[in-house]
């Protein structure tokens, strides 16, 4: 006589993908503080800016219209390198990332939740800041074609920025320190790559800087399609240099997944 089968038949691996994306999305709009910071720290910044700075910077485009580009780039900054740089190094700390690497969950199911609360954040920032910015200062939107630079802009931005932050989370020593270590290392890139102010009027030297990472690449696309052409010859090659954003933002998708491969953790380093 056959004995029966005490064989437990596993989840299909789209189901656990779709369960631990919940689980992700959940956890972030549980944490209120996560919430403020980085869903409405953007939304914050350019209801002041757009308040304090209102004058026109040439051609009839207001500072509104410029920095409306920017602090696009850096809330999806926000959702990306910051949220996923400060998360999992407070997982990593806490043993959450050691607990759930014992289970019979796919190690791929993690990131994919980690990439779905990505997604979500994202596109809520970035439709929060359009409503706002059309409402209280009347921006123009991106139209026709212009969508559709603003789609992979905003989708290559927002792959480069999540790995590099799973990257970077491996340099926090604790999750206590996380948010030392990575927030500072934000602010720097956003006012370096022309964020807070137009990108003509940084020295050189700090745009030279600035174009070693995404941020400045991403946003320098954006305003492509946010200001009329006339204001292209304000950049330092004198246009969008639409090319070239794509290429710097494909190189460091490909830069950030190869430091994740030889840096991720799921243990902190004091367990060994």
Excluded at 213 to 235: C, H, I, N, T
Aim: charged share 15%; with cysteine.
């Amino acid at each position: 006589m056959t004995a029966p089968s005490t064989a437990t038949k596993l989840p299909a691996l789209a189901r656990v993908y779709r369960v631990r994306a919940g689980v992700e999305l959940k956890e972030f709009f549980r944490q209120r503080e996560s919430v403020v910071f980085t869903l409405m720290f953007p939304v914050i910044l350019l209801v002041v800016f757009g308040a304090v700075l209102d004058y026109e910077i040439g051609g009839g485009v207001t500072f509104t219209q410029y920095f409306m580009a920017g602090v696009i780039a850096a809330g999806i900054l926000g959702a990306s390198l910051q949220n996923m740089a400060i998360g999992i190094a407070t997982e990593r700390s806490d043993g959450t990332l050691k607990n759930l690497a014992g289970t019979p969950m796919p190690k791929s199911a993690y990131f994919v939740g980690k990439i779905a609360q990505v997604v979500a954040v994202t596109v809520a920032t970035i439709v929060i800041l359009l409503v706002v910015g059309v409402v209280l200062y009347g921006i123009d939107l991106p139209s026709g074609t212009q969508w559709l630079t603003f789609t992979w802009v905003a989708v290559l931005g927002s792959a480069a920025c999540t790995l590099l932050g799973i990257a970077v989370s491996s340099l926090a020593k604790n999750g206590r320190s996380a948010s030392a270590t990575v927030t500072p290392f934000a602010l720097i890139l956003q006012f370096i790559s022309g964020v807070f102010f137009r990108f003509d009027q940084i020295p050189e030297w700090m745009q030279t800087i600035a174009a070693v990472f995404p941020l400045k690449w991403m946003a320098q696309g954006l305003r492509s399609v946010f200001l009329p052409d006339v204001l292209a010859a304000q950049e330092p090659a004198g246009s969008w240099e639409l090319g070239r954003v794509a290429l710097v933002l494909t190189a460091w998708v490909a830069v950030g997944l190869l430091l994740c491969v030889r840096t991720f953790r799921w243990r902190d380093k004091a367990d060994g």
